[in-house]
Each structure stands twice: as C-alpha cells, then as structure tokens.
C-alpha cells in the first residue's frame, strides 16, 4: 500500500465532495491535524474510521486501500475480507481493554484506600507521618483513574440513542461527563443533543 498515494487521493476525494479539512474532521469526529496528516501520507485511517470516511467520500475501501477508483469488475474482494477481519480484531482488543479499565480502577481505589487503613491503625507516629502515609496513594491513584479514562475513551464507542450514532468522543469530555458506570451523558457530535449514551464494541 501506497501511503502517499493514498493520501492524495483523500485529498481529490475531499474536494470533490467540496469539503475543507476541518469539515471532514468533524464529520468523523477526528483533528483537523489528523486528516492533514492522511493526505501528506504521514499517517493512515484508522480501521474503526475507514467505513465512515469512505461513506463520506463515496468511494469503497478497496478504493481506498489503493489509492485510486477501481472498476467494479477490478476491486480486490480479498481486500474487503481482511478490513472485515482488522474490524474484528479491533473488537477483540477493545473488549480486552475495558476488562483492563476494571482491574486499573480497582487497583487505583486499593493504592489509595490501603495508606489511608494503615496510616489510621498506627498509633507509635507523629500526625504529619501519619497525613503523609494516609495521602502516599492519592497521585498514584489518580494516575491509574486518568489512564483507566483513557482506556475507556478509546475502547469501542459510545451510542447516542437519539439518532444512533456511534462515535469515539474526546478524552476531556468523558473525563467530564456525568456517568454511571459506562454510560456517560455527552452531547453527540451528529445530532448534537445531549443524551445517556452507552459504551459499545462494534460500530455496526
């Protein structure tokens, strides 16, 4: 695969659809960065965004992938196989994070709870030992939130039950939605209303 190529083709797609950049970013929720870095072939599509970037630019993934319209009769079907296959290894790998999300939390709230038990159960030690023992677990605690987050953010993506868009939202508005458990209330970047919207895997 041609990256370059590839890249500008994006781009001639883009502009057929008479788009700027930031328009396609914003359509598939993505950094106006992102699709700057497609076009120069620094970079490529992620797998969990192909499908909507190729819906958005008319064209199919086999198109895509080569870097150039196909006939019909030409296209690759292998090609759309293993886009298939990547999709479910993404999946795959998505389910195994959020199981991650819950050991980190987990642990987080132990590294925090732990200092604070044993800080509060010795009597033999100044007071300023026993505040320094009992807040020792709250920085480590706090990083293992932020990453636990960031799996989450990553991992599958939410679905907004208004118009049932699925979506990956930004690491600043999961980290400060109102949740309960997974589902988070954010505003949809299709409709954009705000509603509960629940964490999935698949994108279909």
């Known amino acids: 695969m041609d990256q370059l190529k590839t890249g500008k083709f994006i781009a001639q797609q883009r502009k057929k659809q008479n788009l700027t950049q930031m328009q396609l970013a914003e359509k598939l929720n993505v950094t106006d960065r992102a699709v700057s870095k497609w076009e120069t072939g620094k970079s490529m599509p992620d797998s969990s965004i192909m499908l909507e970037l190729c819906n958005v630019l008319k064209i199919s993934v086999t198109d895509l992938l080569n870097g150039e319209m196909l ?25 195994l994070l959020l199981i991650l999300e819950v050991v980190i939390g987990v642990l987080s709230v132990l590294v925090l709870l732990v200092p604070i038990i044993i800080g509060s159960l010795l009597t033999n030690i100044e007071d300023w030992q026993r505040i320094v023992i009992c807040f020792s677990g709250f920085i480590p605690c706090v990083l293992g939130i932020c990453f636990a987050l960031k799996i989450e953010q990553v991992a599958g993506y939410y679905h907004c ?19 309960m458990g997974r589902t988070r209330y954010l505003k949809c970047p299709n409709c954009g209303k705000k509603s509960w919207q629940k964490k999935v895997i698949s994108k279909e």
Do not use: W
């Open 161 to 179: 039950e208004r118009c049932g868009h699925k979506y990956v939202p930004t690491f600043k508005q999961v980290n400060l939605a109102m949740h």
């Open 71 to 95: 006939k019909r009769e030409n296209q690759n079907k292998e090609i759309e196989s293993t886009f298939i296959q990547m999709v479910k290894v993404k999946e795959q790998n998505d389910k």
